[in-house]
């Protein structure tokens, strides 16, 4: 089993996907690059509806 890192699907990821120069992309440590190329357990980004729903779910209460 390989611990290695997947250089030429990163240097896709970075190169024809985030567009950047061969120069640019080996500039970047790994962090910058994963920032870049977002996190991907991340969850989606709250939109209006769905704060609209937790707005409707949990209501502010009267402030006194």
Known sequence: MSTGMD???LMRA???GLRLT???FWA???AELQ???GDPGQ???LL???LDALMAAWPDGSQT
């Open 7 to 9: 250089w030429p699907a």
């Open 48 to 50: 209006s509806d769905g």
């Open 14 to 16: 970075g190169m024809q």
């Open 35 to 37: 920032v870049m190329l």
């Open 22 to 24: 061969p120069e640019a």
């Open 43 to 45: 969850s989606a980004p």
């Open 28 to 30: 970047l440590t790994p």
